[in-house]
């Protein structure tokens, strides 16, 4: 859920919907940066009440959902752009949330924080890896939709799952 792995595939949809390499390059270039910083930012407005696992997890699931407008929407511009600038923005905010739910496992960790960190981190980005080939996998044998319905597909149930755990696993109170 959340890896990201589209915004590789992205440029290669394109000009199934007939979006040009000029184009490609604003929406997924610059525009795009822009629209991930803009959404860490907005990740920010979450009550800090709210256990980073579970922001995390609802984030991921309205990435999958911005994924939705490219899997089953016409292959037209307006239909990439809307679920291109949906989906750069919402994985920003989820690339901010995973840090945070980095830091929450982490804790207090002392003096061992930074290697942790980083070994967390990294792993983070296995998933990355494997879902860029699955999302180009379906892509090229089922067409340019499969990629996002792929994604939408694994993220939905995998975020489902992951929410309904943390939901009904939560952290002790600590004056308990």
């Known amino acids: 859920m959340a890896s990201g792995s589209m ?6 949809l394109a000009r199934n919907y007939g979006i040009s390499g000029e184009q490609v390059a604003w929406i997924n270039g610059l ?27 609802a984030a991921a699931l309205l990435n999958a959902a911005t994924l939705v407008i490219l899997w089953l929407g016409p292959l037209q511009p ?23 739910v980095v830091l929450e496992f982490l804790g207090n960790s002392g003096k061992s924080g930074s290697a942790r960190y980083s070994i967390i981190n990294s792993l983070g980005n296995v998933p990355v890896a494997y879902m860029a080939w699955i999302d180009g996998s379906c892509s090229e044998r089922w067409g340019a939709r499969a990629a996002s319905g792929a994604d939408v ?5 995998g975020g ?14 600590e004056n308990a």
Request: net charge positive.
């Open 7 to 12: 915004i590789q595939i992205l440029p290669g």
């Open 31 to 57: 525009g795009g940066a822009l629209l991930n910083v803009a959404g860490a930012l907005s990740a920010s407005v979450i009550s800090a009440k709210t256990r980073a696992p579970v922001a995390y997890m």
């Open 78 to 100: 307006a239909v990439y752009f809307a679920g291109t600038v949906l989906f750069l923005f919402t994985i920003g905010a989820c690339y901010a949330l995973f840090t945070a």
């Open 153 to 157: 597909i694994l993220s939905t149930i």
């Open 160 to 173: 489902s799952i992951l929410l309904a755990y943390f939901l009904t696993h939560g952290k002790k109170p």
